[in-house]
């Protein structure tokens, strides 16, 4: 709509347009041809709710796939996996209707307590970054608006719409505000969500420097921001601050409150228009396709992505796959009830289930295999004791016992967080039973953030993390457990020993209305690797049935701050399968602490037995970057990085050292900087330290000595004074002009 066209309509008919006419709709007014739009929940299904409305999964909505969720597909590293699920929802979401999918969500894991971790993809913002492109490109190609949430420092479900995220800006910038940034530049997202939670104290839906100054100003975003549902507190606030629509509807209150706050001069009527514009936009790009889905071919595609998302930790004495045995006995309650997806907003109301049992009992009858089923454990009772000692007299007349074990659906919901890493007690007992007395156990897990495998690791043979797998887990873990399908997923998030062990355990999930992200950009292994904490199972583990070698990592500098690496790959063993090749890099270039290790890059790569192929990776200036505060801006600092291409985030395989210039830049010097930020530049450092050489014995300076310690932390301007004129002042500010004039050209 022109402005002209905009001018057609009453201010009260424009503030209408940015409040929501429904529950899942926006405000139409049919007498100037502006029709309304349907947004509906489901990053891994479409919830679309015809009757009764809310946004917390407590009502009906119609049949859709339920693919795998996030926490699934973080594991599969694989881009294709999550544009399929991106490329089938938009066909569902068309089918009913829906304009805007209120989906992907990409907060990072920062605590393995978050509620909601389920519904995100990792604790690492490139990889989060990656699928969440894919999904996005994907799911647009095909005709329907993503929304990507929430928009930000969003990490926990614990005082979700009160509490105030105090993270300092490096941490924003490299680590919560990154995978935001990389799929907005890449994927153009038709609309993003704004949170619930306060950043440092000011409301995410009021707060101008994240919606406005970096989302539409560094970002160079032009699509519509949205409100998560309830998120507003002050309509004028929040439009000032760059927040386009409020969700829900019917607005009245809102829509008044915004047309009083023109006429009172608070709000401009030109960003009303901004609003509208952007919203009007939504408007005009919908579609929407009467052509039924291949609901059938959906759900085989959910299957076989929800193969390739499982993630096997564990495999000794070639347990797995499965080779005839000649009985298998499945205890567990979730192999008859399985858990594939989490709770709240995002819950589908799936077209069909697989059942693992049934589907185990499939492949047996085509083996000769014998399955029997014990309960073993009930989700709903508070004593098992009768369902355990059954499972465990069976236990010793199988030859292998598979185990469906995990944390039920009302442990793991959008609206709380956790309350404990490990499994429900009545579990870890059956377990560490059964394999007592078990020829094998193999342990398969379904589960929406990682848990605690102390206590019974140790004493089973076989662990098949399946995380949620959506509607089609159920066959794929038989695929799986019979070696039908290969295992290919790595962890997105650490498995660690202990609760107390995790970067985030004195400060998740905060107090007195603030939670301190004391980790700083420590987070997930990046922590764990810089301080050299063991862990059960790290960042980027996974097993298969098959072997690679890895080898003639060849890394090559493309520019001052970009590099590109090759290596080579080779299935050495038996069977197919696909391997994630995963670069990071090393350095302690900068002025900052740096993680130990950081993912670069990675890529996903099918082999046939014996095959060989040679993975080729971009290294970009942002893989070697920090944000500096002082500068606010990324840099590359000139040094020594170590490219790495790991088997996991510990676990380094062949590795390589380049030396880049960077971006020449250097710390903005003022006389209340110390002298060793003045002594380490390089143009004013060089003359000041032999001025300084000459005051003090004319040896020059001795870096190592107690004088030279005591100097360097003290302001330059407490040097003037101290020296009595012996610095002159006049010559500091003739290097600090010169300094300044270095920087702006290296700038």
């Known amino acids: 709509m022109s402005q002209a066209d905009l001018n057609t309509l009453s201010l009260e008919q424009k503030a209408s347009l940015l409040t929501g006419g429904g529950f899942w709709s926006t405000t139409a007014i049919p007498e100037v041809g502006i029709a309304a739009i349907v947004l509906a929940d489901g990053p891994h299904g479409v919830r679309r709710q015809k009757d009764g409305t809310d946004h917390l999964g407590l009502h009906h909505s119609e049949p859709a796939t339920c693919f795998p969720p996030a926490v699934a597909v973080g594991s599969s590293w694989n881009e294709d996996v999550a544009a399929k699920i991106g490329a089938a929802l938009a066909k569902e979401a068309l089918a009913l209707g829906v304009d805007v999918l209120l989906g992907p969500g990409v907060n990072i894991k920062r605590s393995p307590l978050g509620g909601r971790n389920f519904e995100y993809y990792s604790e690492d913002p490139l990889l989060s970054g990656v699928l969440a492109t894919a999904y996005v490109k994907a799911l647009q190609a095909g005709g329907v608006g993503a929304s990507v949430k929430h928009f930000a420092a969003n990490d926990q479900e614990t005082d979700r719409m009160v509490i105030s995220a105090d993270v300092d800006e490096r941490t924003l910038r490299e680590i919560h505000l990154s995978a935001f940034e990389h799929v907005v530049i890449e994927a153009r997202p038709a609309t993003i969500m704004c949170s619930y939670n306060r950043i440092n104290g000011t409301p995410a839906s009021e707060n101008r420097w994240l919606l406005t100054e970096v989302l539409r100003g560094e970002w160079g975003y032009t699509g519509a921001v949205i409100s998560d549902w309830g998120a507003v507190r002050t309509r004028p606030a929040s439009l000032n601050a760059g927040l386009d629509l409020s969700m829900p509807g019917p607005g009245q209150y809102a829509t008044q409150a915004l047309v009083d706050a023109v006429l009172a001069g608070h709000v401009q009527e030109s960003a009303v228009d901004q609003a509208v514009e952007r919203v009007l936009a939504l408007v005009d790009a919908a579609g929407h396709d009467d052509a039924a889905p291949d609901l059938d071919a959906h759900h085989v595609l959910a299957r076989e992505l929800a193969a390739e998302c499982a993630v096997l930790l564990k495999n000794e004495r070639g347990t797995l796959p499965l080779d005839r045995p000649s009985s298998v006995l499945v205890v567990g309650e979730f192999a008859t009830t399985p858990r594939y997806q989490g709770g709240g907003s995002s819950h589908v109301n799936a077209t069909r289930v697989d059942?693992?049992?049934?589907?185990?009992?499939?492949?047996?009858?085509?083996?000769?295999?014998?399955?029997?089923?014990?309960?073993?454990?009930?989700?709903?009772?508070?004593?098992?004791?009768?369902?355990?000692?059954?499972?465990?007299?069976?236990?010793?007349?199988?030859?292998?016992?598979?185990?469906?074990?995990?944390?039920?659906?009302?442990?793991?919901?959008?609206?709380?967080?956790?309350?404990?890493?490990?499994?429900?007690?009545?579990?870890?007992?059956?377990?560490?039973?059964?394999?007592?007395?078990?020829?094998?156990?193999?342990?398969?897990?379904?589960?929406?953030?990682?848990?605690?495998?102390?206590?019974?690791?140790?004493?089973?043979?076989?662990?098949?993390?399946?995380?949620?797998?959506?509607?089609?887990?159920?066959?794929?873990?038989?695929?799986?457990?019979?070696?039908?399908?290969?295992?290919?997923?790595?962890?997105?998030?650490?498995?660690?020993?202990?609760?107390?062990?995790?970067?985030?355990?004195?400060?998740?999930?905060?107090e007195q209305g603030h939670v301190r992200y004391s980790e700083g950009v420590m987070v997930g292994y990046r922590y764990y690797e810089t301080v050299g904490a063991p862990v059960r199972y790290p960042f980027g583990h996974g097993l298969s049935y098959t072997d690679y070698d890895v080898s003639d990592l060849r890394v090559r500098v493309d520019g001052p701050s970009e590099a590109s690496a090759a290596v080579m790959v080779t299935n050495t063993g038996a069977r197919a399968g696909k391997y994630v090749v995963q670069v990071y890099i090393s350095t302690k270039a900068g002025p900052v602490r740096r993680p130990h290790r950081t993912l670069a890059a990675f890529a996903k790569v099918h082999l046939e037995p014996g095959e060989t192929k040679i993975v080729r990776l971009q290294l970009d200036r942002r893989a070697f970057a920090y944000w500096d505060v002082l500068l606010a801006r990324w840099v590359v600092p000139d040094g020594t990085y170590v490219v790495q291409v790991g088997e996991n985030a510990t676990t380094v395989l062949r590795e390589q050292s380049i030396d880049l210039d960077g971006d020449g830049v250097a710390p903005p010097l003022s006389l209340q900087a110390n002298v060793g930020e003045w002594l380490a530049h390089p143009a004013a450092g060089p003359p000041l330290r032999a001025r300084m050489g000459s005051l003090m014995g004319g040896g020059g300076l001795d870096d190592d000595s107690d004088e030279t310690h005591m100097v360097t932390s003290m302001p330059m301007i407490q040097i003037l004074s101290l020296t009595g004129g012996a610095i002159d002042g006049d010559w500091l500010l003739s290097l600090l002009t010169t300094s300044h004039e270095e920087e702006s050209t290296n700038l």
């Open 355 to 510: 059942v693992p049992l049934e589907c185990i009992e499939a492949h047996a009858a085509t083996l000769g295999t014998h399955v029997i089923y014990s309960r073993g454990f009930d989700t709903q009772a508070e004593d098992g004791t009768a369902l355990r000692e059954a499972a465990v007299r069976a236990a010793g007349e199988a030859q292998v016992v598979v185990v469906f074990a995990g944390n039920p659906e009302t442990e793991e919901s959008e609206g709380y967080d956790r309350d404990r890493l490990e499994l429900p007690p009545s579990q870890v007992r059956l377990i560490k039973e059964v394999a007592a007395v078990a020829a094998r156990t193999v342990v398969v897990l379904a589960n929406g953030g990682v848990v605690s495998l102390e206590d019974w690791h140790d004493d089973v043979e076989a662990i098949l993390e399946g995380f949620l797998l959506g509607q089609g887990g159920g066959a794929a873990i038989a695929d799986l457990l019979f070696g039908q399908a290969n295992p290919s997923g790595r962890l997105a998030e650490t498995i660690p020993y202990r609760l107390q062990d995790t970067p985030t355990w004195l400060s998740f999930p905060g």
